[in-house]
């Protein structure tokens, strides 16, 4: 089975701040990455789809990149709606996985 | 518009069984396949299972095989998720979700249903 290892776990930023999540695969999965947002009571909701594509509606302040093994998830300028944990998932082999989250805060 | 609602969750002691249902609105649920991922509480997420648009291939995580079974009735623009032999390490928020186009993207979510396997 892959195995996903997102970090931070948990990061505190100020508003306007460029915030960076990575995630690392336990092997080759290509561009088969993806990036959710989920905030406190609700479902996840999809930011970035193979690995660099912005999923309709998502503000552009959002990006994804990378290929293979290693993936970066960024938010050029923090907003105070962004507060919320991020999860990366790999969908190139079943079982499909996710990171373990990154929990956003604002400093 | 586009939703998935479920419903179904509750309080179950444990060795009893629940079923799932996830009901599609606003799109045709049999151009889609479909997925069950859970999340225990303060927990992340966790996959559980996967089904073809129409119902021929299923796949599932390791420590729901044998347990879970996923199923579907495009008929009624529903997704089903039958748990048996439920255990403790079970409880959780069971969400359904869309795949976008052919892959495992998951480009829409229901609200989610609780489940508390407890005695």
């Known amino acids: 089975d892959i195995q996903m290892t997102q970090s931070p776990s948990s990061l505190s930023a100020s508003v306007g701040d460029r915030v960076t999540i990575t995630c690392q695969a336990s092997?080759?999965?290509?561009?088969?990455l993806n990036w959710y947002q989920q905030k406190p009571g609700k479902a996840p909701k999809l930011l970035i789809y193979d690995a660099s594509n912005l999923q309709t509606g998502v503000p552009s302040r959002f990006s994804g990149s990378g290929s293979g093994t290693d993936f970066t998830f960024t938010i050029s300028s923090l907003q105070p709606e962004d507060i919320a944990t991020y999860y990366c998932?790999?969908?190139?082999?079943?079982?499909?996985?996710f990171g373990q989250g990154t929990r956003l805060e604002i400093k | 518009q586009v939703q998935l609602v479920e419903s179904g969750g509750g309080v179950v002691q444990p060795g009893r069984s629940l079923r799932l249902s996830c009901a599609a609105s606003g799109f045709i649920l049999s151009n889609y396949g479909m997925h069950w991922v859970r999340q225990a509480p303060g927990k992340g997420l966790e996959w559980v299972a996967v089904?073809?648009?129409?119902?021929?291939?299923?796949f599932y995580a390791d420590s729901m095989r044998g347990r879970f079974t996923i199923s579907r009735d495009n008929s009624k623009n529903t997704l089903y998720l039958q748990m048996n032999s439920l255990r403790a390490e079970d409880t959780a928020v069971y969400y359904c979700a869309r795949a976008l186009g052919v892959t495992y993207v998951f480009d829409i979510w229901g609200q989610g249903t609780m489940v508390t396997v407890s005695s």
């Open positions: 092997q080759d999965i290509s561009n088969y």
């Open positions: 998932q790999q969908y190139d082999i079943v079982p499909l996985a």
């Open positions: 089904i073809s648009y129409d119902g021929s291939n299923k």
